[in-house]
């Protein structure tokens, strides 16, 4: 347990940005959810639409450290091309 008042201020930041990064991660990891379950159904419209909200978020979530970048890049890339071959 933190004895130092910085310490002690130190573990409230981690608290706090693990429970905002936890969120963030979580609606992303839905979000990505969506366009499979779109692709899986075929849906070539649903898929689109879903692809371009998973883009968005993860790029949000690459911006603010929550995921790696080449991690949002290789996702976003094997989504895209899964999109793109169902026409």
Request: hydrophobic residues 40%; proline residues 2%.
């Amino acid at each position: 347990m933190a004895n130092h008042p910085s310490a002690e201020k130190r573990n409230r930041q981690r608290v706090k940005r693990t429970l905002r990064n936890r969120s963030v991660a979580s609606s992303v990891r839905t979000l990505v959810k969506r366009v499979r379950t779109a692709i899986a159904a075929k849906d070539k419209s649903a898929a689109k639409t879903a692809l371009s909200v998973a883009v968005s978020a993860l790029d949000s979530a690459a911006g603010k450290g929550v995921v790696h970048p080449k991690a949002v890049s290789r996702t976003v890339s094997r989504l895209s091309a899964q999109v793109h071959k169902l026409a």
